[in-house]
DNA sequence: GTGAAAGCGCTAACAT
DNA sequence: ATGTTAGCGCTTTCAC
């Protein structure tokens, strides 16, 4: 309580060498002769150093560069939300000489992203925060941040392969179990469950499978054969076939409830059932875009998973800035947890989107 | 980008006076003249200066203490879980010399809290977080506190009138509704809901109570009148007769579903349920403690509303050493989600209990 | 290889 | 009332 922390002063007193070798063998930078470096090592054996990661920084003079990749933000709502994370992460940070540098891509177009990742890398930025939405183009990208030393965090989807610093998201498969579940609740058999993957760019869809499968998963495992579900790709943007397809969906009069796999796809459908006039269907989707949450209070969407984007980019950034600027290892995977919104508790997330640190 | 931070000493040289002055005229401590006030103050008002939180910290020796004022966890695992909290937040700061000092009564004895509040306002602490679990007794003590300048913060439990440095909690009314939602989805019509107060101290229902009209509230809003609630305090420990008040219970045939406002309460509730092989009535509760979740997990339990005591405490401590250590201003109400925890989705939640700061 | 010393931005004690 | 200065614990530079 009143003995004070172990200074890399007494150390160097300790083992009887200046505070200049404490430092070269604590960093293990510059030269240091054996016999002095098994003196200081001894000595740190002997005693619980921890470095004061406060002052560590006031010496430092360095500034950092982060770059972040996403797609652009005003392609869409989730992104944009991820963006807000970003600026909020990056304000934090750049009275430390922390500076983030933001590049957008196009989502619809893989070309878009393989020459951001290029130019980016041309920056040489300390640290990167990337979303890998074109799997095939940032795995090579990857590969090369790895060769130039230039250490990653991976948000949204992961790519396990090549080891990321850290990788934040969450695991889709539950996530999709988890929807299947809410829609089953209390629901007559028999039924059937319809599973949409409403995306312009089926390039991204690889991964909304995983959603899908543990949504078939979960009535696998009850054994509820009365309980059918159907998958569907949805890549169409033209309002009036949309209604189409869609009426087409309804005329199964055992339809019971309607699984969105997409943010912006939910709010698409829910404007289409409410043009519809129907309310009945259970209608589950992603996340808590304003559109989607109007959806939810006018009861059209029962649920919304929330996934959070704003807070995935704020801890990539938060991650990666420990990382570099006080040396902290972050997780190497960060899942966040599947929040269940529905009209009840949806202002109790409203208000506090990011975390106070 | 490239231009670093305006410092002190930065203001100090455009306002034409010394550092000292300028650290006078930012803290207002010592004397200044009304015309080096002046100069000050307005190149203040030319620029954005940020102090740079880290350095300041570095000058300064002061050790702080804080108490933290708690039930005894090894009364109740809500409150060993909160007990986690601040042992997490705890760890973060005694490197910076901000030190916890956990003070626990007995969560039945409001002479035990009392008692504790005094001798704990004698070690003359930098702050205090504290559980008012008792509300006059605690209105009290912070009466003192207001007048020994000690800043305080609550959580758990609100006492918005005594105006706290912040509060912790969530919105209980709301709670309520959450689970008044959850409850009916799908059930038919007409039907019974028991809402029961679980506690041993009927001290404590105060703020059950809001709960119970959250849940009487959602029915009247949606104008259901063939859903009837029914409250009960129930303040027996004899598990013999408590599960003689739950058969009683069971006797009315339109029960749906039971909501337990307690932690506590709901694995034992959900114990009686099991044992009288009871599978069918829709359980709701509070709490990932551990026996909730293996009830949870065995399908007794439908679902939990997760209070996160473990944060609650971890917040609390954050807010209050962050004013102390950094001057950071918390905010005076920090309302967590209402979060929704199932079958599925109750995995996500435990692997991250604490968010990473 | 090693030690000594300057300095990061700020606070606090000391002169004036 | 105001300016100057010595640290805080660490990094970094510069002599030896």
Same mark, same amino acid.
């Given at each position: 309580?009143?003995?004070?922390?172990?200074?890399?002063?007494?150390i160097?007193?300790?083992?009887?060498?200046?505070?200049?070798t &404490?430092?070269?063998v604590?960093?293990?930078?510059?030269?240091?002769?054996?016999?002095?470096?098994?003196? &200081?090592?001894?000595?740190?054996r002997?005693?619980?150093?921890?470095?004061?990661?406060?002052?560590?920084?006031?010496?430092? !003079?360095?500034?950092?560069?982060i770059?972040?990749?996403?797609?652009?933000?005003?392609?869409d709502?989730?992104?944009?939300?991820?963006?807000?994370?970003?600026r909020?992460?990056?304000?934090?940070?750049?009275?430390?000489?922390?500076?983030?540098?933001?590049?957008?891509?196009?989502?619809?177009?893989?070309?878009?992203?393989?020459?951001?990742?290029?130019?980016?890398?041309?920056?040489? #930025?300390?640290?990167?925060?990337?979303?890998?939405?074109?799997?095939?183009e940032?795995?090579?990208?990857?590969?090369?941040?790895?060769?130039?030393?230039?250490?990653?965090?991976?948000?949204?989807?992961?790519i396990p392969?090549?080891?990321p610093?850290?990788?934040?998201?969450?695991?889709?498969?539950?996530?999709?179990?988890?929807?299947?579940e809410?829609?089953?609740l209390?629901?007559? %058999?028999?039924?059937?469950?319809?599973?949409?993957?409403?995306?312009?760019?089926?390039?991204?869809?690889?991964?909304?499978?995983? !959603?899908?499968?543990?949504?078939?998963?979960?009535?696998?495992?009850?054994?509820?054969?009365?309980?059918?579900?159907?998958?569907?790709?949805?890549?169409?943007?033209e309002?009036?076939?949309?209604?189409?397809?869609v009426?087409?969906?309804? !005329?199964?009069?055992? %339809?019971?409830?309607?699984? &969105?796999?997409?943010?912006?796809?939910?709010?698409?459908?829910?404007?289409i059932?409410?043009?519809?006039g129907?309310?009945?269907?259970?209608?589950?989707?992603?996340?808590?875009?304003?559109?989607?949450?109007?959806?939810?209070?006018?009861?059209?969407?029962?649920?919304?998973?929330?996934?959070?984007?704003?807070h995935?980019?704020?801890?990539?950034i938060?991650?990666?800035?420990?990382?570099?600027?006080?040396?902290?290892? #972050?997780?190497a995977?960060?899942?966040?947890?599947?929040?269940?919104?529905?009209r009840?508790n949806?202002?109790?997330?409203l208000?506090?989107?990011?975390?106070?640190?």
């Open positions: 309580m009143e003995k004070k922390n172990i200074r890399i002063k007494d160097a007193q300790l083992a009887g060498v200046s505070i200049g &404490v430092d070269r604590l960093h293990n930078r510059g030269k240091v002769s054996e016999e002095a470096l098994q003196k &200081v090592l001894s000595t740190l002997e005693i619980d150093y921890k470095p004061n990661l406060i002052a560590r920084t006031l010496g430092t !003079k360095k500034v950092f560069r770059a972040v990749i996403i797609p652009d933000p005003a392609q709502e989730y992104w944009a939300q991820a963006h807000i994370g970003i909020h992460a990056a304000a934090e940070w750049d009275q430390y000489d922390v500076y983030v540098e933001t590049h957008f891509f196009d989502l619809y177009h893989k070309e878009s992203f393989l020459q951001l990742t290029q130019s980016a890398h041309l920056t040489k #930025p300390d640290g990167i925060v990337i979303a890998p939405i074109f799997y095939h940032a795995l090579h990208f990857l590969h090369q941040c790895q060769a130039s030393k230039i250490p990653f965090v991976i948000f949204n989807t992961n392969e090549i080891h610093l850290s990788f934040i998201g969450q695991n889709l498969f539950d996530s999709g179990r988890v929807a299947a809410l829609m089953s209390g629901q007559d %058999l028999p039924g059937t469950f319809a599973v949409l993957h409403v995306n312009e760019a089926s390039e991204n869809s690889i991964h909304l499978l995983d !959603k899908q499968r543990g949504f078939e998963h979960f009535f696998k495992v009850k054994n509820q054969p009365e309980f059918k579900t159907m998958a569907l790709d949805i890549t169409e943007t309002e009036a076939k949309l209604l189409k397809q009426q087409g969906l309804l !005329k199964d009069n055992q %339809l019971k409830g309607i699984f &969105v796999t997409t943010s912006k796809g939910t709010s698409t459908i829910a404007g059932l409410e043009k519809l129907n309310k009945d269907l259970r209608l589950i989707g992603y996340d808590l875009l304003p559109e989607n949450v109007e959806h939810l209070q006018a009861g059209t969407i029962d649920f919304l998973i929330n996934q959070n984007s704003k995935q980019t704020f801890l990539g938060q991650h990666l800035a420990n990382f570099l600027f006080l040396k902290k290892e #972050p997780p995977r960060n899942l966040l947890p599947l929040e269940i919104i529905t009840e949806v202002n109790s997330y208000g506090s989107a990011l975390p106070q640190t």
